[in-house]
């Protein structure tokens, strides 16, 4: 997702602020009924709403969105140059759409 303009706020158990401009990726899947959510961002920046407090995701930054972890949920970092085959038709798709 590429947020241009105002940011959406996406809920995915969690509420999830997103930042004016970014790149962002939701991977959503099923485990045992249950619904998880992965955030990834690549820029831009995210806000995740925790019980108690909000993550603040930038650049790099990736989280598992499951209130099952409550505030435990950990944070991860990534290399935002490594992409996969999925991650460079979504970025040529939206070029092509705003450009």
Known sequence: MITGGIGPAVICQE?????????F?????????????KLKVYG???GAQ?????WVLTPGKTIDLNRTCG?????ETFRTAD?????????????????
């Open 25 to 37: 990726r939701f991977n959503v899947h099923r485990v045992l009924g249950d619904d998880f959510c």
């Open 83 to 99: 992409v996969g085959c999925f991650d460079l038709w979504s970025r040529q798709r939206s070029e092509t759409a705003i450009g």
């Open 44 to 46: 831009g920046a995210a």
């Open 71 to 75: 505030d435990h949920t950990p944070r």
């Open 15 to 23: 509420t999830v602020h997103l930042s004016d401009a970014g790149v």
């Open 50 to 54: 925790m019980p108690s407090f909000v």
